[in-house]
């Protein structure tokens, strides 16, 4: 232990010759405080709340490249969604555009590989749409951790699918308030995103052709005036005069007001990614389909007796192309097995097809094939024109493709069969559909079908029908793309009109009457006819993009 020390008080001397330096010492305490004051009132923005602005892009669409650029030249990023299904068509990206969004920064997430409405479709089906269009997006050398629902429809079970892909987040849509709708829901997403919110997280509604730029603003200063939080805008087209667009001209200048925010509001700009966090996961494969093994039919509901919702037999489709007018209507009694048969009347017939056929999709319901080999085709029909089958497949990636047509098949009036053996499935093909086509005006009524391996297929069974010729004289040019879809949903057994439309993915609504509550909205529902081109109009080997509805969300 130290010696204790006795007190002295400080003499007179001693306090004297303090003085000077506490006197210093106040000085320097002074400048301090009022330096201190200065530095915490110049950032005035960091008192605010902050509040978080994503700017989110769906459906692979092109035309949202020079808004990318945008971004980038202010130093800002986006997240671009993306329908694997759709990349290297036309109008849509490629590889090569999305590998150089990322590099310049900006995020890719998931949008399914066709987008379809999820909460549709059987669970096997939406876990490959979903998890294999992340699959698809990696095998691009591209990562991804956020999601956004096809058409803004999800369920519990959709939800956990997407979770379960891998995904770290998946977004609504219309769930924050604004002129648009959804009135007395919060002004922005709450960051951190809550565990529960984390699978359908809040956004407004998708920006169409009736947003300003004053609306794009009032979603953020509504945000910034109600303690900030997180506001997810999202864009389909940039330019163009799609509905769901918006100007070039009122994107940049959106831009250019948002930027300085960052400084004297503190709102800044971040991807889906950086808002809600985590590390990107390990890749997850959907449910592999088996092609069928020798002697089965790989065909599902193959005599048409399971009714589905929209107007046809489960796991069928009605496609066709050109200018026509086609109605399906489900027959019960004399059909060639069981009691349902389906009939297609074509009336108007300019050029074209139309045609019932198993559903193209990602093995759902289409048959899985294996490269290389040769599959029989059959199926029972009565007709008063002549037929063919009409063959797609689908690729590795999802997409459908068409493949080829047989020969023509005599018209009759008692049940025959149509059989016809595939060429070699072409490489890297995955699945099969094909189905009997009118391409004149007429009847025909099909049933029974069947796909086998050729190796080990049943003997032919019953009346076979006779290959005729096709005449020279009647080579159809390609008339005029036109989808289409009905004049009113139809119930399981009623005939359904089909008039064709063009651009059935346009005819959507848009502004204040467009925007639904989450429990209703969903993607299209009843019976359509699907834009299915097929040999007057595309060459063997040609991509076809679904018409899954109003690419909407």
Not at 64 to 74: E, F, M, R
Not at 315 to 327: E, H, I, K, L, R
Not at 505 to 512: L, N, Q, S, V, Y
């Amino acid at each position: 232990m130290f010696p204790s020390r006795p007190h002295r008080p400080p003499s007179r001397a001693g306090r004297s010759a303090r003085q000077p330096v506490r006197a210093i010492l106040a000085l320097l305490a002074a400048i301090a405080a009022t330096t201190s004051l200065a530095v915490v009132a110049a950032p005035a923005a960091s008192a605010a709340p902050k509040t978080i602005v994503s700017f989110t892009f769906d459906d692979s669409n092109a035309d949202q490249l020079p808004a990318a650029q945008t971004l980038k030249a202010n130093g800002m990023a986006g997240t671009f969604y993306v329908n694997s299904g759709f990349v290297n068509q036309p109008g849509y990206f490629t590889v090569a555009n999305l590998q150089s969004l990322v590099a310049d920064g900006h995020e890719i997430g998931g949008h399914s590989v066709t987008h379809p409405d999820l909460t549709s479709l059987p669970a096997a089906e939406a876990q490959r749409q979903v998890c294999n269009d992340r699959v698809n997006l990696a095998n691009w050398g591209i990562q991804t951790r956020s999601f956004a629902y096809p058409f803004a429809a999800a369920t519990t079970a959709t939800e956990n699918i997407v979770k379960n892909c891998g995904y770290q987040s998946a977004r609504g849509l219309g769930d924050i308030q604004s002129r648009f709708g959804c009135t007395g829901c919060p002004f922005a997403e709450t960051v951190p995103v809550p565990t529960a919110s984390r699978y359908y997280t809040k956004a407004l509604d998708q920006v169409d052709n009736t947003w300003t730029l004053a609306d794009l603003q009032t979603a953020v200063t509504n945000a910034e005036a109600n303690n900030g939080g997180w506001v997810q805008l999202t864009f389909h087209h940039i330019g163009g005069s799609d509905p769901l667009s918006i100007s070039q001209a009122v994107f940049d200048q959106f831009v250019a007001w948002l930027k300085p925010r960052a400084a004297a509001q503190n709102t800044v700009v971040q991807t889906v990614g950086q808002t809600v966090g985590g590390a990107v996961k390990p890749l997850v494969n959907g449910p592999a389909v088996p092609p069928p093994t020798a002697g089965a039919n790989g065909v599902k509901n193959a005599s048409l007796e399971t009714a589905g919702t929209n107007g046809l037999p489960q796991c069928w489709m009605a496609g066709g192309y050109g200018t026509n007018s086609p109605t399906f209507t489900t027959l019960t009694g004399g059909a060639q097995q069981g009691t349902k048969s389906e009939r297609l009347v074509m009336a108007g017939y300019q050029d074209g097809d139309a045609k019932l056929l198993p559903a193209l999709d990602l093995g759902g319901c289409s048959p899985s094939v294996t490269e290389g080999k040769t599959y029989s085709l059959r199926a029972w029909y009565t007709s008063t024109a002549v037929t063919q089958f009409a063959v797609y497949y689908r690729t590795g990636i999802g997409t459908w493709v068409y493949w080829t047509s047989s020969p023509w098949f005599a018209a009759g009036t008692t049940f025959t069969q149509a059989v016809w053996t595939t060429p070699a499935v072409p490489a890297g093909a995955t699945g099969i559909s094909f189905g009997l086509n009118l391409f004149s005006n007429g009847q025909l009524v099909t049933d029974s079908y069947a796909v086998y391996d050729s190796v080990g297929a049943p003997a032919v069974a019953g009346q076979q029908s006779a290959v005729v010729a096709a005449p020279s004289a009647t080579a159809r040019s390609a008339g005029p793309a036109v989808a289409a879809s009905p004049t009113v949903p139809a119930p399981p057994g009623a005939s359904i009109a089909v008039q064709p439309r063009r651009e059935v993915r346009k005819a959507i609504p848009t502004g204040p009457s467009a925007h639904r509550a989450r429990a209703d909205r969903r993607g299209p529902t009843g019976p359509v006819l699907t834009q299915i081109p097929g040999p007057t109009q595309v060459k063997p080997g040609t991509p076809i993009l679904l018409d899954e509805g109003s690419l909407s969300g």
